[in-house]
T-cell receptor, first 112, second 113 residues
Framework: GQSLEQPSEVTAVEGAIVQINCTYQ??????LSWYQQHDGGAPTFLSY????GLEETGRFSSFLSRSDSYGYLLLQELQMKDSASYFC?????????????FGSGTRLSIRP | DVKVTQSSRYLVKRTGEKVFLECVQD?????MFWYRQDPGLGLRLIYF???????EKGDIPEGYSVSREKKERFSLILESASTNQTSMYLC????????????FGPGTRLTVT
């Protein structure tokens, strides 16, 4: 079957760095995306990796290793507003018509 | 800014009722999606559409149908609501492939009693 695995909860301290991992098992692979969702809110797109390596967007970076079927989201200089759930998502196919699989989400709690 | 709107934030229906959830996007996106979100299960794809009048089943289409008569509007239909369809329903749209840069609506929390 197809699956994504990510930790259910992570706790970190304000100002620190945290890494949220995502491993996937899919029949194909087109790209790995990350979304953030605050309680009561809608998911918002953070980043996308189609090729191996690191993509940086401000305090957030995302990494992909296709050979290891693994990626992570790195959050630096953590702020209280970063407390949210983070989802990785994989597109197994190679077109817009392919199904999309989301992980079950990682709840990030930030302590002062 | 892309805007995706859903017809209701909260909805309470009775078992056996027919339920319509509407989603409208204002950015001329080709692709639209319906997900349900349940605690511990993440987002699960119900149906998606990559063009007007086109639809594809996602991972959990049973008990649902969809309609896309206009590019900006994608409707989710529960033919006969059941209690196990109590959930948060999220609509999304995108002009990108797969899971890349989807824009989500605020969600509809549906309770079936």
């Amino acid at each position: 079957g197809q699956s994504l695995e990510q930790p259910s909860e992570v706790t970190a301290v304000e100002g620190a760095i945290v890494q949220i991992n995502c491993t996937y098992q899919t029949s194909g692979f087109y790209g790995l995306s990350w979304y953030q969702q605050h309680d009561g809110g809608a998911p918002t797109f953070l980043s996308y990796n189609a090729l191996d390596g690191l993509e940086e967007t401000g305090r957030f970076s995302s990494f992909l290793s296709r050979s290891d079927s693994y990626g992570y989201l790195l959050l630096q200089e953590l702020q209280m507003k970063d407390s949210a759930s983070y989802f990785c998502a994989v597109s197994p196919g190679y077109s817009s018509a392919s199904k999309i699989i989301f992980g079950s989400g990682t709840r990030l709690s930030i302590r002062p | 800014d892309v805007k995706v709107t859903q017809s209701s934030r909260y909805l309470v229906k009775r078992t056996g009722e027919k339920v319509f959830l509407e989603c409208v996007q204002d950015m001329d996106h080709e692709n639209m999606f319906w997900y349900r979100q349940d605690p511990g299960l993440g987002l699960r794809l119900i149906y998606f559409s990559y063009d007007v009048k086109m639809k594809e089943k996602g991972d959990i289409p049973e008990g649902y149908s969809v309609s896309r008569e206009k590019k900006e509007r994608f409707s989710l239909i529960l033919e006969s609501a059941s209690t196990n369809q109590t959930s948060m329903y999220l609509c999304a749209s995108s002009n990108r492939e797969g899971a890349y840069e989807q824009y989500f609506g605020p969600g509809t929390r549906l309770t079936v009693t």
